[in-house]
């Protein structure tokens, strides 16, 4: 009876070391911090593949401390910057356009004519622009920025040409921005802003004639096949989009953690910038294998659907809103301009 007791005790200890053994490892493993980041959805984008490979990015440089899961589905697109600002998640990689109608300077690459091209946009990222709304993130996003990228170019993607200037008229255009809104509409188009999920079935519906979007999402979502002509104006070309995380949780986090992440975020935005044209190269030979070509208009006519008669109301509401904010717009606008020599 003794001697049974005595094993059933010891059988007992070896399951309690076990088992204090398992839990141990468990915790161990467990990460320090479990963020859950709000993405886009972009299928095809330099923006994806970033945010995509970012969760396997950080737990490789903190060595497991941290741990990101990434959702498409949390929050709207449009809300994924304020979503971090109020608190509701920890992480989000905001687009800057969407926010530009509250404040002006996210918005600068959607300026008729202002930055034409990836090049002159990086031209006035490294000037002054990337640490102005680094300093917006954070005065009034309550965000830190922990890197930054730019969208694929934006394509117009119609059910018919759209090869002149008159050729807008009358057409229905899904936008993404104020100032190409404003600029659609005085070139007599009917601007119509929508969600890119809802692209596809508002073009086979008829409900809009074309859509602004990037190259490499509309390629991705084979938008060809419902609008086969694939046109660059460039139009508002160049969207930026940035990686938040809520600057109350990141003061919590100790230096050494901050110090592994911001090593890794600035490799990730390197790499985005230095792969950014083989996302344009993939998609424009998507593009020609569903049927259709990228067209792109001259110089000339460029610079005629940017003309003062149709520029200026984008600007004129763009200089409004920075007045209602305390900026001086037409500043701005010149610092660019400097920056780019075009003064």
């Keep these: 009876m003794i001697e049974g007791f005595k094993r ?21 493993d467990r990460p320090e911090y479990d963020f859950t980041m709000a993405v886009i959805t972009s299928p095809g984008d330099v923006y994806t593949a970033m945010t995509q490979g970012l969760p396997e ?3 490789k440089a903190t060595d497991g401390r941290v ?18 600002r109020d608190g509701r998640i920890p992480m989000s990689a905001a687009l ?15 300026l008729p004519g202002l930055i034409n091209n990836i090049d002159e946009y990086t031209a006035v990222r490294e000037a002054f622009w990337r640490e102005d709304v680094k300093n917006i993130w954070a005065e009034n996003w309550n965000a830190v920025m922990l890197a930054d990228g730019a969208w694929c170019p934006t394509a117009l993607f119609s059910k018919t040409p759209i090869h002149t200037v008159e050729d807008f008229k009358g057409k229905r255009v899904r936008i993404h921005n104020p100032q190409t809104a404003e600029l659609m509409s005085a070139l007599g188009a009917q601007p119509v802003p929508m969600p890119t999920s809802e692209v596809t079935p508002a073009l086979e519906r ?36 940035v990686i938040l995380v809520n600057a109350d ?60 008669q149709y520029a ?9 809103r920075a007045t ?14 400097e920056a780019l020599g075009k003064n």
């Design 206 to 241: 008829g409900v809009i004639d074309a859509v602004f979007t990037s190259i490499c999402v509309g390629s991705a979502f084979e938008l060809p096949r419902v609008a086969p002509n694939v046109q660059d104006w460039a139009m508002s070309p160049v969207t930026g989009w």
């Design 67 to 84: 741990q990101i899961t990434v959702s498409d589905s949390l929050v709207a697109a449009n809300q994924v910057a304020s979503a971090v």
């Design 324 to 337: 209602e904010l305390g900026v001086d717009g037409k500043a701005y606008v010149a610092k660019v301009r």
């Design 96 to 110: 800057h356009t969407y926010i530009s109608s509250e404040d002006p300077r996210m918005g600068i690459f959607n």
């Design 8 to 28: 059933l005790l010891s059988g007992a200890t070896v399951t309690a070391v076990m088992v204090s053994a398992m839990s141990a490892a468990f915790a161990q």
């Design 57 to 59: 990015r950080i737990s």
């Design 249 to 308: 949780v990141w003061k919590e986090m100790p230096d050494d953690l901050k110090k592994q992440i911001e090593t890794a975020m600035l490799e990730l935005q390197e790499e985005a910038f230095s792969t950014y044209q083989t996302y344009i190269d993939t998609a424009v030979e998507k593009v020609e294998s569903l049927g259709s070509e990228l067209w792109v208009a001259s110089d000339e006519l460029k610079a005629a659907a940017s003309a003062p």
């Design 312 to 320: 200026d109301p984008a600007y004129e509401s763009w200089y409004a």
